[in-house]
C-alpha cells in the first residue's frame, strides 16, 4: 500500500520558534509539494522539488524554507513562526503528472 | 490570484438532487485532476483528464474537460449523503514545470 507520512497530525508551537515539518514517501517518486490549506483559499503551494536537493518556489514561500536531502524526504521549515502561519499543512509526492497522493495533513496551530 | 477558479464554493443539496461544480481558468493545463477530501484527510484522487473535450464517466459522477483545455466540470447524477465533501481540482500548467496547482475547492453537503 503506498504512502505518504507526515509526522505530526497536531502541533501546537510558540511564536517564534523554528518548526520542522517531515514528509516521507515510499513511492520512489521524483516530485513532492509542500501545500498549506486555508478554509476558501484552496490548497496553496509553498514549495515544491522534482529532485533530490533541488527546490522550487511555490506561490507562498514567504517564511518558509525546505530540505530535500533524500529523494523519500521532504522537509518544510517555518524558521520563526507566526500566528498566521496557523494552518493545515499538506505534502504530496507524484511522479511526474501522473496522480499526486498525499499524507493525512499536519494541523499547526501558532499561539 | 489562484491559477484555478472553482464554483460554488459551498452547495448544500437534497439527496437525490444532480449538481454541476466548475473548475476555470485562463491558462492551458496539460491534464487536470479531481480530487475529493474528507475532514481530517489528505485529498484523494478521483479522476484525470487530458484531452480537450474528453468525458469520463465513474459511475454517478461525469467530469468533462473543456475543449481549449482551460476549464472542467463535475456533474453528479441523484447525489448521495456518501458524495459529501471537499471537491477540488488540479492541473499542470502546459508552459509550466511539475508544480501541480489546485483549486479554490467546492465543499459539498448531501442532505439526506
Known amino acids: 500500500d503506498v504512502k505518504v507520512t507526515q509526522s505530526s497530525r497536531y502541533l501546537v508551537k510558540r511564536t517564534g520558534e523554528k518548526v520542522f515539518l517531515e514528509c516521507v514517501q515510499d513511492?520512489?517518486?521524483?516530485?513532492m509539494f509542500w501545500y498549506r490549506q486555508d478554509p476558501g483559499l484552496g490548497l496553496r503551494l509553498i514549495y515544491f522539488s522534482y529532485d533530490v536537493k533541488m527546490k522550487e518556489k511555490g506561490d507562498i514561500p514567504e517564511g518558509y524554507s525546505v530540505s530535500r536531502e533524500k529523494k523519500e524526504r521532504f522537509s518544510l521549515i517555518l524558521e520563526s513562526a507566526s500566528t498566521n502561519q496557523t494552518s493545515m499543512y499538506l505534502c504530496?509526492?507524484?511522479?511526474?503528472?501522473?496522480?499526486?497522493?498525499f499524507g493525512q495533513g499536519t494541523r499547526l496551530t501558532v499561539v | 490570484t489562484q491559477l484555478l477558479e472553482q464554483s460554488p464554493q459551498f452547495l448544500s443539496i437534497q439527496e437525490g438532487e444532480n449538481l454541476t461544480v466548475y473548475c476555470n481558468s485562463s491558462s492551458v493545463f496539460s491534464s487536470l485532476q479531481w480530487y475529493r477530501q474528507e475532514p481530517g484527510e489528505g485529498p484523494v484522487l478521483l479522476v484525470t483528464v487530458v484531452t480537450g473535450g474528453e468525458v469520463k464517466k465513474l459511475k454517478r459522477l461525469t467530469f468533462q474537460f473543456g475543449d481549449a483545455r482551460k476549464d472542467s466540470s463535475l456533474h453528479i447524477t441523484a447525489a448521495q449523503t456518501g458524495d459529501t465533501g471537499l471537491y477540488l481540482c488540479a492541473g499542470v500548467p502546459q508552459t509550466g514545470a511539475n508544480n501541480l496547482f489546485f483549486g479554490t475547492g467546492t465543499r459539498l453537503t448531501v442532505i439526506p
Open positions: 513511492m520512489d517518486h521524483e516530485n
Open positions: 504530496a509526492s507524484t511522479r511526474l503528472e501522473t496522480e499526486a497522493f
